[in-house]
């Protein structure tokens, strides 16, 4: 008798793990462009989060122990092709570690974010990382690379620590 039940459980099992699977892929496939940005955005920031711990605020230098923001020098709005842009390719990095106060109230308190920049990689490099480009024409799935990209990055950096 216990085994017969357990094979029914086994079947049982087997079936919910199968339609767990097709719901997942279902809402994959339901989910928006803006969708895959917002989770794209949210491993980033855990990666400069990541890339960045123990650093003090890129502004106002204080590490006071606060919740810290991956913040943006020039914003997604005005520069979304810089949404994503950490310096992996060997350039200045437009988002860095900044304190909750300096990115949310200060509103990226862009003045010494700039300066602070300009100190560490020059003011060359901080006046192309201003110029305008072209708009970004990302597809879902150059979205989704991207993230598999960060999510890498941040898997490296866990198993370094």
């Known amino acids: 008798m216990c085994a017969v039940s357990y ?11 199968a339609e767990r699977a097709r719901l997942r892929e279902r809402r994959g496939a339901l989910k928006t462009k803006s969708d ?4 794209c955005q ?6 400069v989060r990541l890339r960045d711990q123990g650093q003090p605020c890129i502004s106002c230098g204080r590490n006071t122990g606060a919740k810290m923001n991956a913040g943006h020098f020039l914003s997604v709005g005005a520069h979304p092709e810089l ?3 950490c310096g992996l390719d060997g350039g200045i990095s437009n988002i860095w570690l900044q304190c909750e106060h300096c990115n949310s109230y200060k509103s990226g308190n862009q003045a010494a974010y700039r300066k602070v920049l300009v100190e560490r990689f020059g003011e060359k490099s901080v006046v192309e990382l201003e110029r305008q480009r072209p708009q970004p024409q990302w597809t879902i799935d150059d979205i989704k690379q991207i993230k598999a990209r960060f999510k890498a990055l941040i898997r490296e950096i866990e198993s370094q620590r």
């Open 7 to 17: 094979a029914r459980n086994q079947r049982t099992a087997k079936a919910v793990k």
């Open 36 to 39: 895959h940005l917002k989770e």
């Open 42 to 47: 949210a491993v980033v920031n855990r990666y």
């Open 83 to 85: 949404r994503f842009e």
